[in-house]
């Protein structure tokens, strides 16, 4: 029943020694004992200066170092309410005064407050014997004045309410003499006044009467019946008035702890000796073994020096004649290392943002240890390598902080174990886990798996088809995870947002038109990808869509101009020898790569074995010397493919005039004038039309050709606007130039075409730019 002494002790040596910077205050309370629960011991706002909602809004908590709760504090009305029914014996004996120390603390600031509760004794215990009857043996040669040792009545309540007097049944033979003790206890004898006689009286019946001082006052009897022997007139006599003797708490079973020794002078019965506790409690009787004969006293049960740290046991030896004598035997438990430290968490937060600041308090907690001296000393700690840190506070109370910036993107979770470790022999260590999890921040912007993105897609495609998919992933969770994608407007250097729609949950690309390749080889947009954050973040990717070119354009003809209403004709001498060039034929295909390789062939003639046309050049020739039977009017249908797949094709008609006299000018264009006049100013016509159609081709490409020029920044770039019909000279040269006998002249050759005066010929030059 010390502990709770203890208890206050170190209470106060730590409020007057303490330099922490939590302030403690101490208040104290009293309130009887046995009040029923939910009696008002104290409303502690007024005590404490506190507001009235400032237990609520500082999280306040009762923490109590008994291990049942007798107390409950009311947080919104600041009343300290009794919680389970208090026993002032039961908890404290006969300790006076019996406090109980209970503690409130307070966070944000952290505050602690000691309150000291005194219970104060009622008169709820009556006195009461040992035994209700007790048997004397008395011989009758016992002389006046010889007292008789009688046990004390117990009285569990203290002051005034304990044992006030005694009183004894009148008689003639005996009174009753109290001696008061140092140590507050009384001893009650039995003194003989008048001698005995068996013979007259064998048996006496007394009655013993203790009163206590309480209102109403109450009282225990003892019945002595008195025996009255013959002669046994010396007492056994203790070696030792007191034994004082030490042990060890965890001392075992068995274990012999002292041996008391009493002697008689008496001979036969009369000596021999019997030894028995005299009044001692249930629980001495649950520790100690005595053994009647030797007096050797061991141990039987289990000692907690927590519990109880010192036994007084009283030993009486009776000799056969029935006297007896009393000692007292002092036990001192002494403090062995069996109790762990205990670590009692107070306060957690159990989720922390990773943009906590340092010295943000994720747990309280409290410290003990139950052992005494050095064995409850303790150090608490927590894992190394971790972002918090433990800071201690007053009466071993504790504060897990965190210290260093936190990064849930690397870290999800914490598991943080406290451990304790007393400085007993040998060192006893308890462990706590807390578990921590950080929850997420938006601060991860979504990022691409790649700096940039190359597409292709078919020219003539349908609207809406799918061209590819984009993919950022943000490392945040949920909402702050969810990624969302557009497509950013343009502001020129290629980028035609326009022609592109993005799915902005799954980042797939689809055409919203149908593309030509003549008219745009490629273009640019930029997607951004945005998480749902709060505030949202988000990056940026460049996706560059290359258009594929298909073969969906036919050759087309210069010479002879083809669609023309009027035929081209030719003039050829009949004196042309084998091999003699006639014309060439000239197509063009808006078409890159192998789909403008353009290839000749003589689809029909007049006659096929007299011409014959380059595959690569289109150039027409003679195949063999002309004669007086060949025809004056040779009709050729000239055919171009290109190298495409499916390959494309274009007809043009010529007609080639075979006349006399063509290497004199002066004479062909006199006969000719005067044979066909009308057939010569039809083909002059045709001719002149041919060139101006030519010409104004020629000059729209040179327009077109020095406006991209102006407007392109990038020389090199491949997603600028090309022209309508016709790509800009500097555009795919190497495909279309005459070096490549594709046969199709290069796109910015001029033609110059040279008539002489008179005649029906005709002659193209092809001049370098």
Request: proline share 5%; net charge negative; aromatic share 8%.
């Amino acid at each position: 029943m010390e502990n709770c002494f203890w208890r206050r002790q170190g209470l106060y040596f730590l409020l007057f020694f303490s330099f922490s910077k939590v302030m403690c205050t101490s208040i104290s309370f009293s309130i009887p004992e046995e009040k029923k629960k939910g009696f008002l011991v104290a409303n502690v706002l007024k005590d404490l200066k506190l507001k009235t909602r400032e237990l609520t809004t500082r999280k306040a908590h009762l923490v109590s170092d008994d291990s049942e709760e007798y107390f409950h504090l009311d947080i919104p009305t600041g009343n300290l309410l009794i919680y389970n029914k208090i026993d002032r014996e039961a908890l404290c004996g006969q300790n006076d005064p019996c406090l109980l120390l209970t503690q409130i603390v307070l966070e944000n600031p952290l505050d602690i407050f000691n309150i000291e509760i005194k219970i104060e004794d009622v008169n709820d215990n009556i006195p009461k014997f040992w035994k209700t009857k007790v048997e004397m043996n008395i011989p009758e040669n016992v002389p006046k004045n010889t007292t008789f040792h009688l046990e004390s009545a117990q009285d569990e309540d203290l002051g005034e309410n304990s044992i006030q007097n005694y009183t004894l049944s009148p008689n003639e033979h005996f009174q009753l003499q109290i001696h008061k003790q140092e140590d507050g206890s009384n001893n009650m004898y039995l003194a003989l006044k008048k001698g005995l006689d068996r013979e007259k009286m064998p048996h006496l019946g007394l009655t013993l009467m203790a009163i206590d001082g309480g209102i109403p006052q109450k009282t225990g009897t003892m019945q002595i019946n008195i025996n009255v022997l013959d002669i046994n007139d010396n007492f056994p006599k203790f070696s030792k008035s007191e034994y004082k003797v030490k042990i060890k708490e965890n001392i075992l079973k068995g274990t012999l702890v002292t041996k008391v020794d009493a002697m008689d002078l008496d001979l036969g019965s009369n000596a021999q000796i019997l030894y028995s506790f005299y009044q001692v409690p249930e629980r001495i009787n649950n520790l100690f073994l005595l053994n009647e004969k030797n007096g050797e006293i061991t141990v039987c049960g289990q000692f907690d020096y927590e519990k109880e740290k010192t036994y007084s046991i009283n030993i009486k030896a009776t000799d056969g004649g029935g006297l007896s004598e009393h000692c007292k035997v002092l036990i001192e438990v002494e403090d062995v290392n069996d109790n762990p430290p205990e670590v009692s968490i107070i306060s957690l937060t159990s989720f922390l943002k990773e943009d906590s600041l340092p010295d943000t308090m994720v747990a309280l907690f409290s410290v003990r240890d139950q052992d005494s001296g050095d064995n409850s000393k303790m150090v608490c700690s927590v894992e190394m390598n971790l972002p918090f840190v433990l800071k201690g506070t007053t009466n071993n109370f504790y504060q897990l902080v965190l210290q260093s910036p936190l990064d849930r993107e690397t870290v999800t979770e914490y598991n943080i174990t406290i451990t304790a470790i007393d400085c007993g022999s040998p060192r006893l260590t308890s462990t706590r886990l807390i578990n921590v999890q950080i929850s997420d921040v938006n601060d991860n912007p979504p990022l691409f798996e790649k700096p940039s993105f190359d597409m292709q897609i078919w020219e003539n495609n349908i609207p809406g088809l799918y061209i590819g998919s984009i993919h950022a992933v943000d490392l945040d969770t949920k909402l702050n995870a969810k990624v969302t994608y557009s497509v950013l407007p343009g502001k020129g250097d290629g980028l035609l947002p326009s022609f592109i729609s993005i799915n902005s949950e799954t980042g797939n690309l689809y055409a919203l038109r149908s593309l030509d390749y003549e008219q745009i080889r490629g273009f640019r947009v930029t997607v951004r990808a945005s998480d749902g954050g709060s505030p949202s973040l988000s990056s940026q990717v460049i996706v560059r869509i290359h258009i594929i070119d298909e073969n969906d354009n036919a050759p087309f003809f210069l010479y002879p101009l083809q669609n023309n209403t009027s035929p081209c004709n030719e003039l050829v001498s009949k004196s042309a020898e084998a091999g003699y060039l006639v014309t060439k034929v000239v197509a063009v295909d808006v078409d890159s790569g192998q789909n403008s390789w353009l290839s000749y062939e003589l689809l029909k003639a007049t006659d096929p074995a007299l011409f014959s046309i380059g595959v690569q050049n289109g150039e027409v020739k003679t195949r063999r010397a002309l004669n007086e039977r060949d025809t004056n009017k040779q009709r050729l249908v000239i055919l171009v493919r290109d190298n495409g797949l499916p390959p494309q094709t274009s007809t043009a008609l010529l007609n080639v005039l075979l006349v006399d006299g063509f290497s004199d000018p002066f004479l062909r264009r006199v006969d000719v004038s005067v044979q066909e006049p009308e057939e010569d100013k039809a083909l002059t016509k045709y001719l002149v039309i041919c060139l101006a159609a030519v010409s104004f081709v020629f000059l729209v490409c040179i327009v077109v050709f020095v406006v991209v020029k102006i407007l392109k920044k990038d020389p090199q770039s491949h997603f600028t606007a090309a022209v309508p019909h016709f790509p800009p000279a500097s555009a795919d040269a190497p495909e279309n130039c005459a070096d490549s006998q594709n046969g199709s002249l290069p796109r910015t050759y001029r033609y110059d075409v040279c008539l002489t005066g008179g005649s029906l010929s005709s002659e193209f030059r092809f001049l370098r730019p």
